[in-house]
């Protein structure tokens, strides 16, 4: 099992910058990949950006590329989402996610059947 425990988020005016940590715990040693998706109230559940855990390799949904960025920190096991030129329509629940399995193309952690584990999510709302 592992466990995901995220922090960070808040509320923050527009064009403003948050960064959001989620600690894994437990057999970290498994993970293969580490991912953030989010859910507006309303809407379903959306992939945001995603990190290979051996080496780095990132990925992002189009509408945060140049705005967001992932990162991890491997002897923290630690994921982290640094946002800036924040939006009304970022305002989501943030959750953390965490692959156990081997991966074979980038595309498998872009969708939430990519993962095993999730966190319980933090709230960020910006207001315009």
């Known amino acids: 099992q592992v466990q995901l425990d995220e922090s960070g988020g808040g509320l923050v005016q527009a064009g403003g910058s948050l960064t959001l940590s989620c600690a894994a715990s437990?057999?970290?040693?498994?993970?293969?990949?580490m991912g953030w998706f989010r859910q507006a109230p309303g809407k379903e559940r959306e992939f945001v950006a995603a990190?290979?855990?051996?080496?780095?390799?990132?990925y992002y949904t189009d509408s945060v590329k140049g705005r967001f960025t992932i990162s991890r920190d491997n002897a923290k096991n630690t994921v982290y989402l640094q946002m800036n030129d924040l939006k009304p329509e970022d305002t989501a629940v943030y959750y953390c996610?965490?692959?156990?399995?081997?991966?074979?193309?980038?595309?498998?952690?872009?969708?939430?059947?990519?993962?095993?584990?999730w966190g319980q999510g933090t709230q960020v709302t910006i207001s315009s």
């Open positions: 990190i290979r855990w051996s080496d780095g390799g990132t």
């Open positions: 437990g057999r970290t040693f498994n993970i293969y990949a």
């Open positions: 996610a965490a692959r156990n399995r081997p991966m074979f193309t980038g595309l498998q952690i872009t969708t939430q059947k990519g993962y095993d584990y």
